[in-house]
């Protein structure tokens, strides 16, 4: 994910600059994607299987020209017509077949396509390179940002031409199929350019070539799967600065390409020679770097932020937490990729997260205060989902406070429910090896993670993840000899999810030591009675930031455990659950007043005052049943209905 730099943590908390620069300076909305249904459906019926690019590109400015090769497997029974995507502001010059021959070019605004000579079956391969010209200086609505940009360097005074395509902007530089789901096999990139420049790519640089004209030719490849919008080119007047990472016997290559200001590299030395301990600790913790006989490294260009280019991160400003989250992204991002954006959380709430881990592992000791930021920048509004509902719109995919800072905040709290890291890391592990240089969705996560652990996490995912909002404790505590008495009010901050079902941990400060408890909030008001030896002097909840949530804790002399709740724990049950016709509720204290049903949206769907409720009109699904006693108090719980 793009990713503005970070300088001071109070800036971080109120929006993560990343999203700020994904979203583009251009302050576009909508996403127009470049190729309408047809086309695309045109290109579903082939695989692309290889591209090599040749391109010619200087590092002030935007003109490019080349040609790009594609080899595809076709899917479909028949293939008559060969298409890509590709803007109207570049010229094709001719679309050559492997065999030489050159059918006519047509265009239909931003697509270019050929009708073959003899329709192809399934199975069988096309070998098509494009020749083309023009200014990629496009400005268009599918870009976040520009997909092709030149610009100087406000502080170092370098040069510098980059692409940075994500999420529909390749087609602004080069002719392809902008699809998340058809990886690419293999890439070659080779960019001619001034020989004072140095290009950075992706994979391995296999030659640098001498020309003619004081030109040279820099030839990248890489053998690994990749998705079109990882595919970049970075040039400039760099110098190389080298470093490894070791991980057991083997050597994992890091190479950055620096502007060649002498201060650069002095400056961000400190932090790229980071990159391989985040490097080690991350292969510890997730499986071995997926790139690992090619490389890693960044690539210097003029914008605030980073993109995690597979191989080669482009990266404007150099901070830790930058390199972390543009590190982390090789694996969930790179090696895994979101099937859709609406799954971009699997992308960013990861990368998000690895800052965290990052400090963590490398004992920086600022992770907890990363965690702070990232809650109160999720509570700067009260709604709001990590699930991407709207995919048109840039700056939903890239919220910086749902896709970043929530889903983030998703991964830490899933980590707390397992409530075992042994396993936890392992899920991960094996995520990313079951979805190894694929895509995944959040189903399909979801369905691996309850696999691995035995545990159903629906609730969790109504909650947090496709729920809005967060909960907010009122604590009120006494202890009574060896017994101590917390009673908890729950409240939300959206009527979406009227209720957190959550473990909720609890420091406890004791004359004997301080303990950490942990207990389970099940109904929005809650009595726990806890044996505890020692005497309590303190209580704070969520000491270590699991859960996003705001809390008071406060010491009250009148909690014994006698009539705190007054419907205590609400005693009251409802049945059958699932249910399919009707529900009964019961209450053994106080009388219902009424129950209402909403969705996990949060959209009222009924409400009765009988005991007995007919929910057979309703839909299949999950629904929260919230009751109200006479005497005012509420409390909630999940109703499955099945038709």
């Not at 470093?243 to 083997?250: L, N, P």
């Not at 965690?371 to 709001?384: E, K, L, V």
């Not at 967060?470 to 000899?481: A, G, L, R």
């Not at 949060?602 to 629904?623: E, M, R």
């Amino acid at each position: 994910m793009l990713m503005l730099s970070v300088f001071t943590l109070h800036v971080k908390a109120q929006q993560h600059q990343c999203a700020i620069a994904k979203q583009g300076s251009s302050k576009r909305s909508l996403l127009a994607k470049a190729a309408t249904i047809g086309q695309q459906q045109l290109m579903s019926q082939y695989d692309v299987t290889f591209h090599h690019l040749k391109l010619n590109v200087e590092r002030n400015s935007t003109i490019i020209s080349g040609s790009v090769r594609t080899i595809a497997k076709v899917t479909a029974s028949g293939l008559d017509t060969f298409g890509v995507e590709l803007h109207r502001q570049l010229i094709v010059d001719s679309m050559v077949l492997g065999n030489g021959s050159k059918p006519t070019v047509n265009r239909d605004n931003d697509f270019a396509f050929m009708i073959l000579p003899n329709s192809l079956t399934t199975g069988q391969a096309i070998d098509v390179t494009i020749y083309y010209h023009g200014d990629a200086a496009v400005k268009a609505s599918a870009a976040i940002g520009q997909g092709f940009s030149t610009g100087v360097s406000g502080r170092w005074g370098n040069e510098a031409t980059w692409s940075l395509s994500q999420p529909y902007s390749a087609y602004e530089w080069w002719p392809c199929k902008q699809s998340l789901q058809d990886k690419i096999d293999s890439v070659f990139v080779d960019v001619t350019t001034s020989n004072e420049n140095k290009v950075g790519s992706q994979g391995l640089l296999k030659a640098v070539v001498s020309l003619p004209n004081n030109k040279v030719r820099y030839e990248w490849k890489s053998f690994y799967p990749i998705d079109y919008y990882l595919i970049s080119v970075a040039v400039a007047k760099y110098v190389e600065y080298k470093t490894y990472a070791r991980i057991g016997g083997d050597s994992i290559f890091i190479q950055d390409y620096i502007y060649d200001n002498p201060q650069t590299l002095i400056t961000f030395k400190p932090v790229l020679d980071q990159t391989a301990k985040m490097l080690e600790a991350f292969s510890e913790h997730f499986g071995m770097y997926p790139f690992a006989t090619e490389k890693y490294g960044h690539a210097m260009a003029p914008f605030s932020g980073g993109m995690e280019h597979q191989t080669m991160t482009s990266i404007g400003v150099i901070d830790f937490g930058i390199v972390a989250h543009e590190l982390g992204h090789q694996w969930f991002g790179d090696h895994v990729t979101c099937k859709t954006w609406k799954d971009i959380w699997l992308n960013e709430g990861f990368a998000t997260y690895t800052e965290y881990l990052a400090a963590e592992w490398l004992k920086l000791g600022t992770q907890a205060q990363e965690m702070t930021d990232n809650h109160s920048r999720i509570m700067q509004a009260p709604g709001g989902s990590v699930w991407v509902a709207d995919t048109t719109s840039v700056s939903r995919i890239f919220d910086s406070r749902l896709s970043y800072a929530k889903g983030g905040a998703f991964v830490h709290i899933l980590r707390f429910e397992v409530n075992n890291d042994s396993l936890f890391f392992a899920f991960l592990r094996q995520y990313q090896q079951q979805f190894a240089y694929a895509t995944a969705n959040t189903v399909e996560f979801k369905t691996l993670l309850e696999q691995m652990t035995g545990k159903d996490f629906t609730q969790v995912f109504n909650q947090w993840f496709y729920g809005e909002g967060y909960p907010t404790f009122d604590v009120k505590w006494n202890q009574v000899n060896d017994t101590l008495y917390l009673k908890s009010k729950q409240t939300t901050s959206s009527v979406a999810t009227p209720l957190f079902v959550t473990p909720v941990e609890l420091l406890v400060k004791r004359s004997i030591g301080d303990t950490i408890i942990r207990v389970n909030q099940q109904q929005n008001d809650q009595l726990f009675k806890i044996p505890l030896k020692g005497a309590a002097t303190f209580v704070q909840l969520d000491p270590n930031n699991w859960i996003i949530n705001q809390a008071t804790v406060l010491k009250d002399i009148n909690i014994n455990g006698t009539n705190e709740l007054g419907l205590a724990q609400i005693n009251f049950r409802y049945y059958p659950n699932p249910a399919s016709s009707t529900i009964t509720i019961e209450s053994v204290s106080q009388p219902i007043q009424s129950a209402q049903i909403t969705d996990i949206t949060g959209k009222q769907i009924l409400t009765s005052i009988n005991s007995v409720i007919d929910i057979a009109s309703l839909q299949q699904g999950i629904y929260i049943l919230t009751i109200k006693t006479v005497d005012g108090r509420t409390s909630a719980g999940k109703l499955l209905i099945k038709n």
